[in-house]
């Protein structure tokens, strides 16, 4: 997927971000360092429609800082919502919202090559279309994530693997 320049798609990952920020800086154990940001890449994401789920991979392509550690992650909603996600990104983070969100703890971390990637399958969705967004972030980036654009894919029904979007 292309990267995207739109502030809505890239408060959409803020909000998902900062929860996952908060875990990062906690999980490290680290003390607090006063570092510059780093520049942050977005993921790249392949979605593939399995029957009713879709295979979601997400591949990482910054390289690991030990003093602002990187991650990326997607997430897929229902594509009639799109407009809402526009508007209001952090609208994916209220309870429903999102058909599928990439779990916390199982976000793709930056490695020294950058490569880190990892695929996820979400459980059954019902037919339609769903919007899919990948985003990846630093600590130090967290209020403005690299987000790729939607890709829009259809589960079930006539155009069941039908996509749009790069």
Aim: proline content about 8%; aromatic content about 4%; glycine content about 8%.
């Amino acid at each position: 997927m292309q990267p995207g320049t739109s502030k809505g798609m890239k408060r959409l990952a803020g909000g998902a971000a900062c929860a996952a920020a908060a875990a990062a800086a906690v999980s490290m154990a680290m003390p607090a360092t006063a570092s510059a940001a780093t520049e942050v890449a977005p993921p790249t994401v392949v979605t593939e429609v399995d029957g009713n789920t879709l295979d979601i991979t997400v591949t990482n392509p910054n390289v690991f800082e030990l003093t602002d550690p990187q991650s990326c992650g997607a997430v897929a909603f229902d594509a009639t919502r799109l407009p809402e996600v526009l508007s209001n990104p952090a609208v994916v983070l209220q309870p429903g919202f999102a058909a599928w969100m990439t779990p916390l703890p199982e976000r793709v971390v930056a490695n020294a090559t950058g490569d880190a990637v990892k695929t996820f399958t979400t459980s059954e969705l019902a037919d339609g279309a769903y919007a899919v967004i990948g985003e990846c972030l630093s600590l130090s980036t967290v209020a403005n994530p690299q987000t790729t654009l939607p890709q829009i894919v259809f589960v079930g029904g006539p155009l069941d693997g039908i996509q749009f979007g790069s």
